[in-house]
């Protein structure tokens, strides 16, 4: 398949309530769509870089920077018969993954959709319904939060994030476990705390969470070993996984025992299933994150839930979660019972809707222009 030309769109949607993080508070969420054009067909992916390099190092202007002058170049116009042939083609221009994630989403959508075959069927994926969750924010006091959780319990989501950073935390699980009893329940720190801090950290032992995401530093794996060596719960990897080779060493080295899969903090679908693979052969569950995505990056990630061994729920929660109006159609829904269905028609098996997307554009170029 040759891939004719590209299009950019740099989108803004009002989220319907702010999330605040232990590195900062999103009220808009911002990214970056990708579509491409070939054989009469047009595949689209999301780099869902934000606004700040607060989760990790890329923005949207980076991610725009990177996209229009080094990849697109180096696609447009080449055939290809595989979106795995996509990652060799751009390993020389080093990290920038959300950038490169979202072109390989649109490769993905193309390929799929001229092989009239869902993007979780070609991904390889097992399952009808994926089990989701939702992640909540910091909240300016815990009675706010437990009211918001108390909201998402009841619109059926069964497992519950939360955030935290020190000074919310101990005592806000306690709080949720008061309320709310035997939930399923597990937090995310965002890098907030330091080994030093085991002590406190091994408090939260007491609360039969699923698992602690990311304690320490983004870029660490050599104190989350030590540290995972002084909890009974699990340690989650996000930020610091940022290649299937370093979930490889982080096992190695005990750094956790359960990881987080982020196409796009990888760098694309292909290395997600990489991790996915290399997880499974090792016994070691995985789940599929999130990054506040757009129904285009939803829907890519609602697919690569489906595969096997993705065995914890998902941060992936419906449309309303996120936005007043989601840019695809159908809109993502939750199921009676706690699930997302797998689309099963072809691509990403939603519809893009251009007038939404147009609504909310703030910057747009064509490749070549
Ligand atoms: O660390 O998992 C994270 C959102 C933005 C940046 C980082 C993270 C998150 C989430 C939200 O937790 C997950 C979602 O619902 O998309
Ligand atoms: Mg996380």
């Given amino acids: 398949m040759r891939i004719e030309r590209a299009e950019l769109r740099q989108v803004e949607l009002p989220l319907v309530f702010p999330f605040e993080t232990s590195f900062g508070r999103e009220e808009t969420k911002s990214c970056v769509l990708v579509r491409l054009y070939a054989g009469g067909l047009e595949g689209w992916g999301e780099a869902p870089a934000a606004g700040a390099p607060l989760y990790n190092e890329e923005t949207v202007g980076t991610a725009w920077h990177i996209l229009e002058e080094f990849i697109l170049p180096l696609l447009l116009g080449r055939d290809l018969s595989d979106p795995r042939e996509f990652p060799p083609l751009v390993r020389h221009l080093r990290r920038h993954h959300m950038a490169k994630a979202g072109v390989e989403a649109a490769l993905w959508d193309l390929f799929c959709q001229?092989?009239?075959?869902?993007?979780?069927?070609?991904?390889?994926?097992?399952?009808?319904?994926?089990?989701?969750?939702?992640?909540?924010?910091?909240?300016?006091?815990?009675?706010?939060?437990?009211?918001?959780?108390?909201?998402?319990?009841?619109?059926?989501?069964?497992?519950?994030?939360?955030?935290?950073?020190?000074?919310?935390?101990?005592?806000?699980?306690?709080?949720?476990?008061?309320?709310?009893?035997?939930?399923?329940?597990?937090?995310?720190?965002?890098?907030?705390?330091?080994?030093?801090?085991?002590?406190?950290?091994?408090?939260?032992?007491?609360?039969?969470?699923?698992?602690?995401?990311?304690?320490?530093?983004?870029?660490?794996?050599?104190?989350?070993?030590?540290?995972?060596?002084?909890?009974?719960?699990?340690?989650?990897?996000?930020?610091?996984?940022?290649?299937?080779?370093?979930?490889?060493?982080?096992?190695?080295?005990?750094?956790?025992?359960?990881?987080?899969?982020?196409?796009?903090?990888?760098?694309?679908?292909?290395?997600?299933?990489?991790?996915?693979?290399?997880?499974?052969?090792?016994?070691?569950?995985?789940?599929?994150?999130?990054?506040?995505?757009?129904?285009?990056?939803?829907?890519?990630?609602?697919?690569?839930?489906?595969?096997?061994?993705?065995?914890?729920p998902a941060d992936l929660s419906a449309s309303d979660r996120y936005f007043h109006e989601d840019i695809i159609d159908p809109p993502v829904t939750l199921n009676a019972d706690g699930t997302i269905t797998v689309p099963d028609r072809p691509g990403l098996g939603f519809t893009v809707n251009l007038d939404r997307v147009r609504r909310c554009t703030v910057r747009s170029a064509n490749i070549p222009s």
């Avoid at 998402?152 to 935290?164: A, D, E, H, P, Q």
């Avoid at 060596?229 to 940022?242: G, H, K, N, Y």
């Fill in 114 to 312: 001229a092989q009239r075959i869902s993007l979780a069927q070609a991904l390889g994926g097992t399952r009808r319904a994926v089990d989701v969750g939702v992640s909540l924010g910091i909240e300016p006091d815990v009675e706010t939060l437990l009211r918001r959780i108390e909201e998402f319990l009841g619109r059926g989501y069964r497992r519950i994030k939360v955030k935290i950073k020190p000074g919310w935390d101990v005592t806000v699980v306690r709080r949720i476990r008061d309320r709310f009893g035997g939930i399923r329940l597990q937090v995310d720190a965002n890098s907030a705390y330091t080994l030093a801090q085991a002590p406190l950290l091994r408090e939260l032992d007491d609360f039969d969470l699923l698992l602690i995401e990311q304690p320490l530093g983004e870029d660490d794996i050599v104190d989350h070993a030590a540290l995972q060596a002084q909890l009974r719960t699990p340690i989650c990897l996000d930020e610091s996984i940022v290649t299937p080779d370093d979930a490889r060493k982080a096992l190695d080295l005990g750094s956790c025992r359960v990881i987080n899969i982020k196409a796009a903090r990888l760098g694309g679908l292909t290395a997600g299933l990489q991790t996915h693979d290399l997880c499974r052969a090792r016994g070691i569950p995985v789940w599929c994150g999130g990054l506040l995505e757009t129904g285009i990056g939803r829907a890519a990630n609602i697919a690569l839930a489906s595969l096997p061994n993705f065995l914890l």
